[in-house]
């Protein structure tokens, strides 16, 4: 069963680019993993402007697989003092969804 997860962080106000900058390796070497059917990051428009990540996995064990991830722990000790909170992180699994 596919398993969408969407992560909303807040960043502290001047940190912006410095996030970006340490996401890339991260999402560049989550979309090589078997599993990942897209990982991506986007930002809000209007409000806190958090950035938003937008991920699709074959199955939780890719969830896992991805979160136990080096590079996934190496990107959360690189923005850990850039983040003004603790992400946000929703899980879902599919219930009617589009090919």
């Known amino acids: ?20 900058a340490a996401a890339r390796p991260c999402i560049e070497a989550s979309r090589a993993e078997p599993g990942v059917l897209y990982y991506d990051l986007w930002r809000e428009v209007d409000g806190e402007q958090r950035f938003v990540f937008n ?10 697989a991805h ?11 690189a923005t850990r003092d850039l983040a003004a909170a603790r992400p946000i992180i929703t899980v879902t699994h599919a219930v009617e969804v589009a090919d």
């Open 1 to 20: 069963m596919s398993v969408k997860v969407i992560a909303f962080v807040a960043v502290k106000p001047g940190q912006e680019d410095g996030f970006v």
């Open 55 to 64: 991920e699709l996995y074959v199955d939780d064990a890719a969830v896992q």
């Open 67 to 77: 979160m136990a991830s080096a590079h996934f722990k190496a990107f959360g000790m």
